[in-house]
């Protein structure tokens, strides 16, 4: 791309052509102000803030003031920025603004990070000369999520434009009458959409602020960050957690070009409570005798001892790993037990299906694409996978991805990409193709082409006649439905046609022939010649990891004590309840003489715990989670742990050095474990490259996690002592818990905030990118450790047997995930608590009539040796024979569908 010329203020710059001026002058350094541009949302030129002045040549001086925001850069364009009639304009569209703004910056929750507060300053406004009464409106309750304070919009219609253009909510709208107009729902209620928290992002203003944060509210510039990385689901949004007085204040989104962008799911945004739970294991405890029926906790040199006997060489050890854990408290543990006795601590089925899955993309040419390349793609199938529910934010990649087709016309028009009104106006409903097949409808349904809504198996047939079309080398599959056959037809000729084709399936409905069917979609393609990508979802933040490192799957370890005890059972971060039946659980602690368990929330395994730990949550501990991409990252501590708590890998290098007396390296830091990793295992030996060690430092100084505006270090421990104690030390990384140390331009992954003079609120960020929308300067945080492979031969997955065994008095069960609930860790979180629906089965109203319930009545469903009290919801997408039910909300037990199962009435 050739660059062009343009001179700002009598500069001349060589910048990049298709920008509007106001991105140009960002990426350049050049501060103008603005409120409706947004680069994840494009230009409308609403608020009139950007204002510059325009020339027509050098020999121009009067000139004309344009917005910024809406003028494409060109060769020669000449402008200035610093104009005294174009800061006028800006001063006064400001006043403007201000005359109905309320003067509550002293008790609104964004006072010190507000948008609005930065462009009153950088305008040069500091006095309020209108005197009359200001226009006021009466705020709505929002739900758990999100506060509304009406009062302070300054009507941007950033908020409307992410929320029902770019995140597809409905229930969100802008109401006007005269010259009012008011940003709200039609009537108080919860936010229905899944994205909503990001409103309290885009709006510049404190209209839309983070509820959550108000039950232990603290400034901005009084919190401690941590860049760090959500654990709610496989796909590894990037995020800056907060900390104040050792508790965690809130997750906002970090920025990241190739993952998550500017946002976050709402689960990622607020699940974050879990960490300050009332019920945390903080301390160590130990049922003293093992018919007692409670553990009692003790002082560390009680429990040394115990260590010395459950550890020793004679011991017969067996380690359950997480997939919620790190990578190096997984590696700690294999390496403690062995890997013949390391158990991944997840079902056969999800075992095999996600070993499936890593093996493939592993050995094969296929790319596993980034968030930001789904959005480039331009034909998508989802085979069999509730995204918006397992995958938030694919859902919400698979919106913008649907629009490449105005893109594109926008472009052979002349239009620019960035201008958003003409943009949506060419396209109208034109959409790029998307394909989905699951089992019911969702909110994505409105932006397919087709949707197809059957069993399983039957969506494994439409995927495997998928691949045949592509490919007549791919395996045939008996096909008797002349519907399936043609939109068979239809998905093969949209992939084959296009340049970027997208396949998205996952292991949620926990069936091998889907998954089967996707790959080998993705094998045909790639056949073909396309340049295919593939995305398969995982249950959760560390799967792909797990499946990375040898082991094998629970059950095995049921099978390996048949004739013999174990010592010592390792429990790592995982409610074994959730996994197997709990009989089979129940089996295991029997077999096991002592159970250890390393966890920070109670459940049910920890409540059979003879030695239990307290481990720290993501928010107190440094690791490597890597996502269902191959993409590693690193999440690094807000929370400086104290007393008993510990890393789990920190727990597990006291065992290895007591049952490995003559060992000669130690675990010191986080470091040595991931030089150990690496070594040992080839799939990892990136780690060691992509992020600076603990000693990195910048200016011979540390990484600040506080701004230079931290206050009350000395008064926060006055209760203890009235001298300043001693700062807290972070061996394993180059961070410091400290206002003291570089704060300027760290690299990508240490950023712990934004902030730069003049800009205090979320929108600083524009200094750390090489380009709004961009990539972080110096690179986008985390390394690929699953790239294509040249050359790679893959050959087809067989279907099978893909029939249906149905009987007149049974259904099929088959799982529906959450976004609020299925989720182990979020579902402990008191906002997210009040958005999670009781057990229900989904059928359609055919079905219902047959156990005569209605919607919303109860009924008693047996399922696997278990009778659970669900509510009937009807749906009639879902097909005969057939019901969904929620799974793993908080209080059921483990259910492992598809299954049959049969209604009774209560």
């Not at 596993?368 to 694919?394: C, F, H, R, W, Y």
């Not at 010649?529 to 040898?550: A, D, K, Q, T, W």
Request: charged share 25%; with cysteine; glycine share 6%.
């Amino acid at each position: 791309m050739s660059m062009v010329k343009i001179t700002i203020d009598g500069k001349q710059y060589e910048v990049k052509p298709g920008k509007n001026l106001l991105e140009t002058c960002l990426s350049l350094g050049i501060d103008i102000p603005h409120f409706c541009f947004h680069p994840a949302l494009g230009s409308v030129g609403a608020c009139r803030l950007c204002a510059v002045k325009k020339f027509r040549d050098k020999d121009d001086t009067r000139g004309r003031i344009v917005m910024s925001c809406m003028e494409p850069v060109t060769e020669g364009l000449i402008v200035s920025v610093e104009d005294s009639e174009a800061r006028a304009f800006r001063t006064s569209v400001l006043e403007s603004l201000m005359t109905n703004h309320p003067h509550d910056c002293p008790v609104c929750d964004e006072g010190g990070e507000c948008h609005l507060q930065d462009m009153t300053v950088m305008t040069g406004h500091n006095y309020r000369r209108f005197d009359f009464p200001k226009r006021t409106y009466n705020n709505q309750d929002l739900g758990p999520f999100i506060s509304h304070e009406m009062n302070r919009c300054i009507q941007c219609y950033r908020c409307v434009r992410f929320y029902r253009d770019y995140a597809g909510g409905r229930d969100l709208n802008v109401y006007a009458s005269r010259n009012h107009v008011y940003f709200g729902r039609y009537e108080d209620g919860t936010l229905e959409n899944e994205f909503s928290g990001n409103l309290v992002e885009v709006c510049p203003t404190g209209v839309f602020t983070d509820k959550t944060l108000k039950n232990h509210f603290t400034r901005k510039w009084d919190l401690s960050n941590a860049p760090s990385v959500c654990v709610h689901c496989s796909l590894g949004c990037n995020t800056i957690a907060s900390e104040r007085y050792g508790s965690l204040r809130r997750i906002m989104s970090r920025y990241n070009g190739a993952v998550n962008g500017y946002f976050l799911c709402d689960r990622g945004r607020f699940g974050y409570e879990f960490v300050n739970d009332e019920k945390r294991i903080k301390t160590v405890q130990i049922r003293l005798h093992k018919n007692d029926i409670k553990v009692e906790q003790v002082e560390n040199s009680q429990f040394s001892s115990t260590f010395d006997k459950l550890f020793s060489k004679d011991k017969f050890i067996y380690g359950i790993g997480s997939p919620r854990a790190s990578v190096e408290s997984n590696f700690a543990l294999m390496s403690l037990v062995g890997k013949e006795n390391f158990f991944h601590g997840i079902s056969q089925k999800e075992y095999s299906l996600t070993k499936t899955i890593s093996e493939y993309l592993l050995q094969s040419g296929i790319r596993t694409p980034s968030l930001k390349q789904v959005e480039k793609a331009d034909a998508i199938l989802v085979l069999g996978e509730d995204l918006i529910n397992t995958a938030p934010m694919i859902a919400l990649a698979l919106r913008q991805a649907v629009r490449n087709i105005s893109y594109n016309e926008a472009s052979e028009k002349g239009i620019p990409v960035w201008n958003d009104a003409p943009v949506r106006e060419l396209a109208q409903d034109k959409k790029n193709p998307l394909f989905i097949a699951t089992l019911f409808s969702d909110s994505l349904d409105e932006i397919a082409e087709e949707f197809f809504r059957s069993s399983p198996k039957e969506i494994a047939k439409l995927g495997f006649a998928v691949a045949k079309v592509l490919d007549d080398k791919a395996p045939d599959v008996k096909i008797e439905n002349s519907y399936l056959t043609r939109i068979a037809g239809e998905i093969a000729h949209s992939l084959k046609n296009a340049s970027h084709p997208l396949i998205i399936s996952g292991i949620s409905y926990g069936d091998e022939s889907i998954v089967h069917a996707a790959l080998n979609i993705a094998t045909a393609l790639r056949s073909a010649g396309s340049n295919v990508m593939l995305n398969m979802v995982l249950p959760e933040s560390n799967s792909m990891g797990l499946s990375l490192l040898p082991g094998k799957p629970l059950e095995n370890a049921l099978v390996s004590v048949e004739d013999k005890e174990i010592d010592t059972l390792i429990i790592l971060e995982n409610d074994l309840y959730r996994r197997i039946s709990e009989d089979s659980v129940n089996t295991l602690f029997k077999k096991s003489r002592q159970i250890l368990v390393l966890d920070h929330l109670v459940n049910k395994t920890t409540q059979k715990a003879d030695l239990l730990l307290p481990a720290a949550t993501f928010a107190g501990s440094e690791g490597t989670l890597v996502n269902n991409e191959g993409r590693a990252q690193r999440y690094y501590k807000a929370i400086d742990i104290k007393d008993q708590l510990k890393e789990s890998w920190r727990w597990i290098d006291e065992f290895i050095k007591i049952r490995n007396e003559s060992q000669t390296v130690r675990w010191n830091r986080l470091d040595d474990i991931v030089e150990s990793l690496s070594d040992e295992l080839a799939v990892f030996s990136k780690l060691k490259k992509y992020t600076p060690d603990a000693d990195f430092r910048m200016l011979n100084a540390k990484i600040s996690r506080q701004t230079i505006r931290y206050s009350g270090r000395t008064a926060m421990n006055a209760n203890i002592a009235v001298s300043e104690p001693e700062l807290s030390q972070d061996r394993d990384s180059p961070l410091t818990f400290s206002m003291e140390g570089q704060q300027e331009n760290p690299p990508s992954s240490l950023v712990p905030f934004y902030w730069t003079p003049g800009w205090n609120s979320v929108q600083a960020m524009y200094n750390y990118l090489d380009e709004p929308d961009g990539s972080m300067k110096g690179g986008d945080p985390g390394i690929r450790l699953i790239e294509p492979v040249e050359g790679a031969k893959n050959s087809y997955f067989s279907p099978g047997s893909l029939d249906v065994e149905t009987k007149e008095d049974k259904w099929i069960i088959v799982p529906v995930y959450q976004i609020f609930g299925s989720d182990e860790l979020s579902s402990v979180s008191s906002s997210v608590m009040q958005r999670i629906d009781e057990p229900f089965v989904i059928m359609n109203q055919a079905d219902a009539d047959i156990i005569s319930a209605a919607d919303g009545e109860y009924s008693q469903l047996e399922i696997l040796q278990n009778k659970l009290k669900v509510k009937i919801k009807i749906d009639n997408s879902i097909v005969a024979g057939f019901a969904g039910l929620s799974a793993n909300l908080p209080g059921m037990p483990f259910v492992n569908m598809p299954c049959k199962g049969k209604f009774h009435k209560l």
